[in-house]
């Protein structure tokens, strides 16, 4: 359960970065970026494979730039799905999921590093 807190805060404040740093990508507070997060989670592990798998044929003829549009597509149906998240043009639709997953990967190294001190220090107890 931690873990997975941790997670959705990672991926909220990956989306605050993503606020800053892309146009077109507007967050009205944190609340609705640690809903997004989940709900984007949700819809990256559900939705996304069915349309990976259904436009494989066209991500393999454009050697994977398809799959840029995939995460866009997902990034975008959370938007719609959140409210006080948005995305509107094509900057923020491409370069989204791009920043987005930059940002998560280093955050969520960040948590998880501070996750094993935490668990080797005795401070907290962790239960998996």
Wanted: net charge neutral.
């Amino acid at each position: 359960m931690w873990g997975t807190f941790l997670t959705a805060l990672a991926t909220a404040l990956s989306l605050l970065i993503v606020d800053l740093i892309v146009p077109g990508v507007d967050i009205a507070n944190f609340p609705s970026a640690l809903i997004a997060g989940v709900v984007i989670g949700l819809i990256n592990g559900s939705i996304k494979p069915i349309i990976s798998t259904l436009s494989l044929p066209l991500t393999f003829l454009t050697l994977g730039g398809f799959s840029l549009i995939v995460n866009g597509i997902c990034f975008w149906l959370a938007a719609v799905l959140v409210p006080g998240f948005r995305v509107h043009g094509l900057i923020a639709f491409i370069l989204g999921p791009v920043v987005l997953s930059l940002a998560n990967t280093t955050m969520s190294k960040y948590f998880a590093e501070k996750n094993m001190q935490l668990e080797s220090s005795g401070d907290l107890t962790v239960k998996s």
